[in-house]
């Protein structure tokens, strides 16, 4: 819809971060075995929730409270990632 002019970057911007956040977890967790590297990451797609919620309240209030679900389970994963991350902090 950005890209149709029918929403402002100012909405579609926190979803594009977000979605390229969310792509990039599993290969920094996963893949690279960056522990805080993927605790950044989660951080970023945590507060990104937050933004889509503030920016698109006022045009699409539906669309705000669609994502309370998706901002709890997220916050669920933050948590455990950084348990994970602070009980692997200092090893090698």
Do not use: D, E
């Not at 951080?43 to 998706?70: C, D, E, F, N, S």
């Not at 997220?74 to 090698?92: D, H, Y």
């Amino acid at each position: 819809m950005a890209f149709r002019g029918k929403v402002g970057w100012v909405i579609a911007l926190p979803f594009a971060i977000n979605l390229v956040a969310n792509l990039l977890f599993m290969p920094f967790f996963s893949g690279l075995r960056n522990v805080p590297l993927a605790a950044v990451n989660i951080l970023i797609v945590w507060g990104t929730i937050i933004w889509m919620m503030i920016a698109v309240w006022k045009h699409y209030r539906w669309v705000a409270v669609a994502q309370v679900p998706y901002f709890v389970w997220v916050s669920l994963a933050t948590v455990l990632q950084l348990s994970i991350t602070a009980m692997n902090w200092g090893r090698p």
